[in-house]
């Protein structure tokens, strides 16, 4: 072997060791690594693991409430008693005319889902890899966490609140007025105004709250934007001519008032191209309140005192005013009776929330209604606006009764009145089934008869209330058999037998019936 083969035998054995010592170095490096690995993950694993897993970690806020170390029920009840206090706080809403308070309950103030805000404080830092919670962790030891809670008004309440506080502080837009006068219309122009800006205003006090807000009492100023008038002087120029009138008497007493009170309420009004008009709406409520008192109105087919009684010759007066205008009638009902003032099925009742008289306004242009109790003590309704009817025509109504159910005579027994006394009660009318007629004429020449309404109205019986005070066991048990067969000559036998003189019979019985019973009609 030549010495140059022996030297590289020599190299290629030292080369061999020398792989084998670097080998074995990596694996006791890669050994020393995961070693140290594992003790610095079992180390990491231990800090992270630190709070339980129900329990919120330390320096956790939500909102300004400090939720550190408690569970998640005992966060969510700590944050319902901070909302509670936070509803209390009030909010000034400022207008460049003054300013109103509203607290934030009265707002409906509310918060994000607790639950869902609970939840968040009590996983943070329990989620993810050990790596990512460890940094999550020593973050929180660093800087603490503040989750932001999401504060929400309730928009309908809210609405209500601006409606009712802010609203009447702003100085909103003017329509034209109209006003009759001796020798013909006064307009007073429009003018031009502001409203609150309701969607704005809502969204700058949720702004404050969820930005700037620390929880204590705040001021915002409402928004507003530009309002238009909805009536303008240039329509209402166009209000020259008669388009109906109609007129009843407004008789006397208690009952007067109602027409005056209802009468005024209507006054006045505009209608719009289009518009309608509920009487019962503008005329009520029929409260003392409001104006009204105790007169005669209809109930159960008799006449009883009630708030507001005789508003109904109001709105029948406005119907005959209303179709010679011929506007359109919308709804309309006659009376459950007849009554005194106007033809049958010339008539529109208004009771409670079942009965109203509404109608339209179907020209072009404005419409306006004037009424009054004039000196001569008539009701009267006038109705002006542009005529546009062809020149010569002319409607007229004419009322026809179909047909007549007479009403009858019930009897009844007044155990406080003296035997045999008769004293007629009640409010009778005869039943009635009628129609209207609307006639058109041109030029003075009839060109159309139609049927424009029909009307039935219930008879209502004559009460005859017949006394038994007084007289004997024997007489008073005759006379209630003879009551309850309604039979007029068994009535007057037994008040003879018995030995009572009737002060009123049957026949006059109904001519006893007072003026004032007479002139109670709805």
């Given amino acids: 072997m030549t010495s140059e083969r022996r030297r590289r035998k020599v190299t290629r054995r030292m080369s061999l060791k020398r792989k084998r010592r670097m080998t074995v170095l990596f694996f006791a490096a890669v050994f020393l690594i995961l070693l140290v690995f594992a003790g610095s993950y079992l180390a990491l694993r ?87 919670r460890y940094r999550r962790m020593k973050r929180l030891e660093a800087d603490g966490l503040v989750i932001r809670e999401k504060f929400t008004l309730d928009k309908e309440l809210t609405e209500a609140v601006l409606n009712e506080r802010a609203v009447p502080l702003i100085k909103g837009a003017q329509d034209a007025a109209i006003e009759k006068t001796a020798t013909g219309f006064k307009i007073t122009p429009e003018q031009e105004g502001k409203a609150v800006d309701i969607e704005a205003t809502i969204e700058v006090i949720t702004e404050q709250l969820n930005q700037e807000w620390n929880h204590e009492d705040f001021s915002v100023e409402v928004s507003t934007k530009k309002e238009e008038p909805e009536i303008t002087e240039e329509d209402l120029s166009e209000i020259q001519d008669e388009l109906g009138s109609f007129w009843t008497d407004a008789g006397g007493g208690e009952r007067w008032n109602n027409l005056k009170t209802g ?43 009630d708030y507001g009684g005789g508003i109904c010759q109001v709105s029948t007066t406005l119907y005959n005013a209303v179709i010679y205008a011929e506007l359109e009638i919308v709804e309309r009902a006659p009376h459950s009776m007849t009554v005194a003032y106007v033809k049958p099925s010339r008539d529109a009742a208004i009771a409670g ?140 036998e037994a008040v003879s037998k018995g030995g009572g003189q009737a002060t009123e019979n049957q026949e006059d019985a109904a001519a006893q019936q007072t003026d004032e019973q007479a002139r109670e009609q709805s």
């Fill in 46 to 132: 231990k800090y992270v693991n630190t709070v339980e897993g129900d329990i919120i970690a330390d320096n956790i806020s939500i909102g300004t409430v400090d939720v550190s170390g408690l569970t998640r029920n005992q966060a969510k009840e700590l944050l319902e008693e901070h909302l509670a206090e936070d509803r209390a706080v009030t909010v000034s809403l400022k207008t460049e005319n003054g300013s109103a308070d509203a607290t934030l309950e009265e707002l409906g103030l509310s918060s994000d889902d607790l639950d869902s805000l609970t939840k968040e404080a009590v996983d943070y830092g329990k989620k993810g890899s050990v790596w990512t």
């Fill in 263 to 305: 009468t005024e309420r209507l006054n006045g009004k505009i209608l719009m191209p289009g518009e309608t008009l509920s009487v019962g709406q503008v005329t009520g409520p029929y409260t003392a309140e409001n104006g009204y008192v105790e007169a005669g109105a209809y109930e159960n087919g008799q006449v009883v005192s």
């Fill in 353 to 492: 929330d079942y009965l109203d008289f509404k109608f339209k306004n179907s020209y072009d242009t404005p419409i306006y209604i004037y009424g009054e109790i004039n000196s001569s003590n008539q009701l009267q309704f006038i109705i002006y606006g542009k005529d546009t009817r062809p020149e010569g025509r002319k409607v007229e109504y004419e009322s026809e009764t179909v047909s007549t159910t007479e009403h009858g005579t019930t009897y009844k027994e007044n155990p406080e009145a003296a035997f045999g006394t008769m004293t007629s009660t009640g409010s009778p009318h005869d039943g009635v089934e009628a129609r209207l007629w609307k006639i058109v004429y041109e030029d003075g020449e009839e060109v159309s008869r139609e049927v424009f309404n029909t009307s039935s109205y219930s008879a209502s019986d004559e009460i005859i209330e017949v006394g038994t005070a007084g007289g004997s066991e024997e007489a008073v048990a005759a006379l209630q058999s003879a009551i309850a067969s309604q039979d007029a000559a068994k009535i007057s």
